[in-house]
């Protein structure tokens, strides 16, 4: 039998299972909760391409705050960084959905059952209690690389931060805004450990030759990201 599933309106968090009367991502009161199967017949899950191989997953219409998912065709496997809140089941398997952190579940756990999908988090993320009806299939410890993704643990936004290179993209999710011209820290969490993990991103970033960035709510040159981001860190 199906779980009941809601889907809170404004952030797009899913409660799998139960319905609390606040909503344990943003705080929203219940009258903002859809029913999951209203969830999938308002939203769709729309793909645009990023390049040959990257295709940036959104909720159309925008599903509350809303964020991008990244899909990645590599090598006859497909894995999704990060997941869609909006469950769709016209859209092309995943075999693999890794997170950048606990922040975007979306409807993972439904993608997890539809397409035998095995969902990966960093460990120190997966223990965070709004994981809680989510199955993560790894939750891993190290950095890794498989078939062309290279995963990066830094922390710093949240304790599992992990970000994620592909060739020349580099998928960076929600770790800094991008402001006029600018570009600030994630302001929802610790400000100390997310400005201290960012001279740990800016390492691993020395020397690559990326030209692309995929961010929560961006795709932009990497030239111009860098340039933000070397300022935000005071490089220059
Ligand atoms: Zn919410
Ligand atoms: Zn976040």
């Known amino acids: 039998m199906e779980k009941e599933q809601y889907v809170c309106t404004v952030c797009g968090f899913n409660m799998v299972g139960y319905h609390p009367d606040l909503c344990p991502f943003c705080g929203a009161p219940k009258e903002k909760f859809i029913t999951s199967e209203e969830c999938s017949t308002r939203f769709i899950v729309k793909g645009t391409p990023v390049n040959e191989e990257v295709t940036r997953l959104n909720s159309v219409p925008a599903l509350g705050f809303e964020h991008a998912a990244y899909r990645i065709e590599t090598n006859g496997k497909t894995f999704w960084i990060d997941c869609p809140s909006c469950f769709d089941s016209s859209l092309k398997p995943a075999d693999v959905i890794t997170f950048t952190h606990h922040h975007f579940l979306g409807a993972s756990n439904q993608y997890r059952d539809y397409f035998h999908a095995k969902v990966r988090i960093h460990k120190l993320d997966s223990a965070h209690s709004i994981c809680r009806a989510f199955t993560f299939d790894v939750t891993f410890q190290e950095n890794f690389v498989e078939r062309g993704i290279e995963a990066f643990h830094t922390g710093g936004h949240t304790p599992g931060f992990t970000f994620y290179l592909f060739e020349?993209?580099?998928?960076?999710?929600d770790y800094v805004f991008l402001k006029?011209?600018?570009?600030s820290f994630n302001p929802f969490g610790p400000q100390k450990e997310t400005r201290e993990c960012a001279f740990k991103i800016d390492r691993v970033l020395?020397?690559?030759?990326?030209?692309?960035?995929?961010?929560?709510?961006?795709?932009?040159?990497?030239?111009?990201w860098k340039k933000r981001f070397a300022r935000l860190l005071g490089k220059d």
Do not use: A, H, P, T
């Open 168 to 173: 020349d993209v580099l998928f960076i999710c």
């Open 180 to 183: 006029e011209g600018g570009m």
């Open 206 to 224: 020395q020397g690559r030759n990326i030209s692309k960035v995929c961010g929560f709510n961006y795709v932009i040159d990497y030239k111009d």
